[in-house]
């Protein structure tokens, strides 16, 4: 490629690069080429020390500085953003792999709307709210430390980062140690943006270390990771030395459900395409479509030639619809869970483990497709993150709602009917954090979240603001609260 890799010896600490105690370093490669984009530090952790000290130093000036100076740094923060998109897009491009026009919209674009979306939000939060006698206050959680996963890398920070500084918080990042490019960016923009030294901060290091280095740090009040379920696990564990909040943004196994009336190929097509999407290393994928048994063959046939028309190659290249996956251990998994598939006697009918024509060097799988899968196979209930999709056959609509449910996970899914109230009734049956109905599109200003090992708490929205929050009541004498009823007086002891 002709490219030189860059050495990154620094974090951003205290405003300023602070030149990092690692001997180690970490490489990231572009998945598209296995080529060196850079070399990184592995966080000490007299690092994560450092960043979460100046993070609790800066707190008390962050957590006074009155909120409209907050809400006005979040807007330049989502005017430079959009300034500076293509070199983000850039940057995403190079080291998750993600399609020019993925990393464009999905990636920063929907990262710049989702920024503008909170400074909204927080203009009309209830920061204070009067009930009966007692004036109840949303304070700053404190020091965040905001761990965050290769796949969605820039969104999947400001999530977290945008929200906590609006709240008052002041910020630790840590970003997935094989994408933290789009990182040092991002501190750069917010000095760019006038925000006080100390109040976001960044280091670059694996989970194990620098990681869990900020997850047992005293000066951190707050962790919020966006991740496996392996690492939540590990990170909830960890904080509950010190009874320390957690918020945990985990895996999926995402199913969507189409109903026995309802239109076949358009239901059939977007879920093929959101199985793709970013080569199908997305918490939300879709990864099981369920499927009246009588259209079973049907869906399926639709399926495997969609599947099979996606192009894979050159992220660079517009006309790509999938990159790589990010790793060759990724790809392995992958791999592995195709083969898995195949034994336990799913049917292939698109795609398959090898590397797709053209694409000798690269950690690149084709879109796969299986059909009659059951219930207890492996594809069925682990996440993959891959562009694989199980296609199963349901009986009725019971029997749909149990496979959906059947898994350990519970984020995300999708319902298809002619009849939107068929549709919204199944949804609100199905146990899972947000539901698409006919396709409807992603809001930034949705609560996001899961349930069982799909996670703790909720991003985007007022909720997702609300999680940097802790919450005070102030108890006013009777007289001068505002009149209460008597039932209220009651209450009063
Ligand atoms: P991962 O769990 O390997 O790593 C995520 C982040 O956690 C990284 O920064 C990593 O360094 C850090 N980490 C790992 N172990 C840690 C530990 N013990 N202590 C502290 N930090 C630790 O996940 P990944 O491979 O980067 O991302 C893929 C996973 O993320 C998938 O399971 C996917 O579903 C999930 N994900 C969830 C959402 C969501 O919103 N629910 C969004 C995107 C990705």
Not at 97 to 109: I, L, W, Y
Not at 277 to 287: P, T
Not at 328 to 349: M, N, P, S, T
Not at 433 to 442: E, H, R, S
Request: aromatic share 6%; net charge negative.
């Amino acid at each position: 490629m002709g490219r030189s890799a860059q050495l990154v010896q620094s974090h951003w600490i205290d405003g300023d690069w602070r030149l990092s105690e690692a001997v180690e370093g970490i490489d990231v490669l572009d998945p598209s080429d296995e080529s060196l984009l850079a070399i990184v530090p592995a966080g000490t952790p007299g690092d994560a020390r450092r960043a979460a000290q100046g993070a609790r130093g800066a707190l008390p000036r962050w957590a006074a500085t009155p909120l409209k100076q907050r809400i006005a740094f979040v807007e330049r923060l989502a005017g430079r953003l959009a300034d500076r998109a293509d070199e983000l897009a850039e940057v995403i491009t190079a080291e998750v792999g993600a399609p020019v026009t993925v990393a464009r919209q999905a990636q920063v674009g929907l990262a710049i709307a989702m920024t503008a979306s909170f400074a909204d939000l927080a203009a009309g939060f209830a920061f204070e709210q009067r009930v009966g006698n007692s004036l109840v206050l949303k304070e700053p959680a404190g020091v965040v430390a905001a761990i965050t996963p290769w796949n969605v890398p820039l969104l999947l920070a400001l999530q977290k980062v945008v929200p906590a500084l609006l709240a008052g918080c002041t910020v630790v990042h840590k970003p997935s140690e094989l994408t933290p490019l789009h990182a040092y960016l991002l501190a750069e923009i917010t000095a760019e943006c006038g925000l006080p030294p100390g109040v976001f901060n960044v280091v670059v290091g694996t989970g194990e270390g620098a990681g869990a280095d900020l997850v047992r740090s005293p000066h951190v009040d707050l962790v919020s990771l966006t991740g496996s379920v392996r690492a939540g696990r590990q990170v909830a564990s960890m904080a509950a030395g010190r009874v320390k909040r957690v918020h945990l943004e985990l895996g999926g196994k995402n199913a969507s459900v189409v109903l026995e009336d309802a239109d076949l190929r358009p239901a059939v097509a977007a879920t093929v395409d959101q199985m793709c999407f970013n080569s199908g290393q997305a918490c939300l994928q879709w990864s099981r479509l369920l499927v009246p048994a009588d259209r079973h063959d049907e869906a399926a046939e639709l399926a495997a030639g969609l599947a099979g028309s996606y192009r894979v190659g050159d992220p660079r290249d517009p006309s790509t619809d999938l990159g790589p996956l990010i790793s060759d251990q990724a790809r392995e998994r992958v791999r592995g869970y195709i083969r898995g598939g195949v034994e336990e006697g799913a049917r292939l009918l698109a795609g398959g483990g090898g590397a797709p024509e053209g694409c000798e060097r690269g950690f690149f799988v084709r879109p796969t497709v299986f059909s009659g899968v059951r219930d207890t196979m492996t594809i069925a209930k682990e996440e993959i993150f891959g562009p694989v999709l199980s296609i199963m056959p349901y009986r009725d609509e019971e029997e749909a709602l149990r496979i959906a449910d059947d898994t350990a996970y519970g984020l995300h899914g999708a319902v298809w009917s002619a009849d939107l109230d068929r549709a919204q009734a199944f949804a609100r049956r199905m146990r899972v954090g947000q539901v698409d109905i006919n396709g409807g599109p992603f809001n930034v200003l949705a609560p996001f979240g899961g349930v069982k090992q799909s996670g703790i708490g909720r991003e985007c929205g007022l909720e997702g603001l609300a999680e940097f929050c802790e919450t005070k009541s102030l108890q006013l004498p009777l007289e001068v609260a505002e009149p209460v009823g008597p039932r209220l007086r009651a209450h009063a002891i």
